[in-house]
Nanobody, 120 residues
Framework: QVQLVESGGGLVQAGGSLRLSCAASGSIFSIGDMAWYLQAPGKQRELVAEITRSGATTYADSVKGRFTISRDNAKNTVYLQMNSLKSEDAAVYYC??????????????WGRGTQVVVSS
């Protein structure tokens, strides 16, 4: 079983920075696209940023210029550098990855989330 574990969330003041990490572990053969989503209370989960294995990135309009997604394929890890944080960024952030395991089964795997709280 492949799992994703997020870390790096916490309380930060508006205007501050935070870096989230998501490490995949288990019987992994390869990982394709990876992404970060957020889910605010009472709302649906929304895409924040995604990155292909080769490094091509896309961002939600609300975070362009402030957030940066990156990955380390050797470590099976994706990162989200969040700068100039706003109260609107507060949410639970979830990692999502397209994983092919050693049994050649490919699917999207979700992490359990990490909480980001922004004080203002």
């Amino acid at each position: 079983q492949v799992q994703l574990v997020e870390s790096g969330g916490g309380l930060v003041q508006a205007g501050g920075s935070l870096r989230l990490s998501c490490a995949a572990s288990g019987s992994i053969f390869s990982i394709g696209d990876m992404a970060w989503y957020l889910q605010a209370p009472g709302k649906q989960r929304e895409l924040v940023a995604e990155i292909t294995r080769s490094g091509a990135t896309t961002y939600a309009d609300s975070v362009k210029g402030r957030f940066t997604i990156s990955r380390d394929n050797a470590k099976n890890t994706v990162y989200l550098q969040m700068n100039s944080l706003k109260s609107e960024d507060a949410a639970v952030y979830y990692c999502n990855a397209q994983v092919t395991d050693v049994y050649v089964r490919t699917n999207w795997v979700w992490g359990r989330g990490t909480q980001v709280v922004v004080s203002s």
